[in-house]
């Protein structure tokens, strides 16, 4: 879309050309350049960035004067969504802008492990704005599982090569998990050994 107007300057005496003032708008564009989701380890927090989650638009001009805002309209199941306060205390936030997650304020909390086996998802949905443009609702997903590696959050789970009872499978692997109590329910013929937290 395109236009203008013409004018003409004068100091009340002496007329400069007239000339004309054009005007062209264009589209304002708002799109998710990023959204990769999140993988975390059961009971964890962990922020996201804007390598997990990021909004651009077209308006390179005045990109610095208007603010990307994300507002959840359903939030997580197994977890909550946290905003890191000046003073380092957190809050449940419902609506945040992608200056907090560029600057890893906005937390991912896992939280319901009742409902969580080896692997769960996890999942919030949302809309993106930058006024007057809006996009969504979208779907931002996330991985929780013992298979996640981060530091600290390893343990090592040993089991024999004794076969199940009734069944010709054979167990020969360490895989990991984030607790290991001291019993746990064996069928016949197997046994596992804990080796603790790496």
Known sequence: MSGGFNFQ???GL???PRQIFSITARALIISLEVNRGL???????KPLSSHDLRAV???VDSAGNRTKTFTVICSPRLGRLLCVNSDNSTEDVSVFTQNLVSEQLILYQHMDWENTGWTAEDSF?????YLPAALGPEEFHITISYEINEPGRQSRLLAN???LSDHSIY???VTTMDLCPSSWP???????LCLGNL
């Open 171 to 173: 167990m020969d692997s």
């Open 161 to 163: 090569t004794e076969a």
């Open 125 to 129: 949905t949302f809309t993106v704005s």
């Open 186 to 192: 064996l069928s016949t013929g197997t046994s596992f």
């Open 39 to 45: 993988s975390i380890f059961p009971g964890s927090v």
């Open 9 to 11: 300057v004068t100091d």
């Open 14 to 16: 002496n007329f400069a």
């Open 57 to 59: 638009t077209n308006d």
